[in-house]
């Protein structure tokens, strides 16, 4: 009898038992933004000397900012002898994929901010796509990545160099203290325009290549970092 009633007990205090606590992001604030070190504003764009000596006066530019989304962090592995079946699979759309298809000044450099709502769960990797409208998207627009004008002068010559490109580029970054983030969260994503034009000969380099060139340093030397957190 007395151990029935301790098992009673044990089930009793089961049911009344607390659900687990959801943890991790709720909500996700992105912050697309510009380190703008080495530059000088000038007019409607701004100037900046090249690692190569080059004297830049970037004068237009834009940056089509098409998907940003988080990557859950991996569960824990239980060891088996059967490994899961794919056959057929195929992947669910994203919750937390915003498309903003954002075009951003890249000769007047500002912060970009957009929020979405996320399940709430542990993420570990953050992931932006630079790339150009689809053809059915674009209509008659032109289809751009990235656009960039600017002159320049070194050692008594000058020129002019027109950038564009259709190409995609993208990025699958692990955030620092991302896993750690609890509640709406800020992921700051900062763009570093000072080292655009680094170690590129302007005056020789062929201008398709070039223009992949720098929209690959601008998305591959990309900072992210968790830049605020609320509970």
């Not at 764009?45 to 190569?52: H, M, P, S």
């Not at 010559?157 to 800020?186: S, Y």
């Not at 034009?197 to 690959?216: C, E, F, K, R």
Request: proline share 10%; charged share 15%; hydrophobic share 40%.
């Amino acid at each position: 009898m007395m151990r029935r009633l301790c098992v009673i007990a044990l089930l009793c205090g089961a049911c009344h038992r607390e659900p687990p606590k959801m943890t991790g992001i709720s909500a996700v604030t992105w912050q697309l933004g510009f380190d703008t070190a080495r530059t000088t504003p000038q007019g409607t764009g701004w100037r900046v000397t090249t690692d190569a000596g080059y004297d830049v006066h970037v004068t237009e530019g834009v940056l089509m900012t098409w998907r940003l989304g988080l990557t859950p962090c991996p569960p824990p592995v239980a060891w088996s002898l059967i490994s899961p079946a794919y056959a057929n699979h195929v992947e669910p759309p994203d919750p937390t994929s915003i498309l903003p298809h954002l075009a951003e000044n890249l000769a007047q450099p500002a912060t970009a901010t957009l929020t979405r709502s996320v399940p709430r769960t542990k993420y570990c990797q953050g992931f932006w796509l630079a790339s150009a409208p689809p053809p059915a998207q674009a209509g008659e627009s032109p289809r751009v990545s990235l656009r960039l004008h600017a002159t320049w002068q070194k050692a008594g010559q000058t020129g002019e160099i027109t950038l564009e490109t259709w190409m995609p580029d993208a990025k699958l970054q692990a955030v620092p203290g991302l896993e750690l983030a609890d509640g709406p969260a800020t992921i700051a994503v900062t763009r570093h325009l000072g080292q655009l034009l680094d170690g590129i000969d302007l005056a020789n380099a062929p201008t398709p290549a070039m223009a992949w060139t720098v929209l690959h340093k601008l998305v591959g030397g990309a900072e992210w970092r968790v830049a605020a957190t609320a509970r």
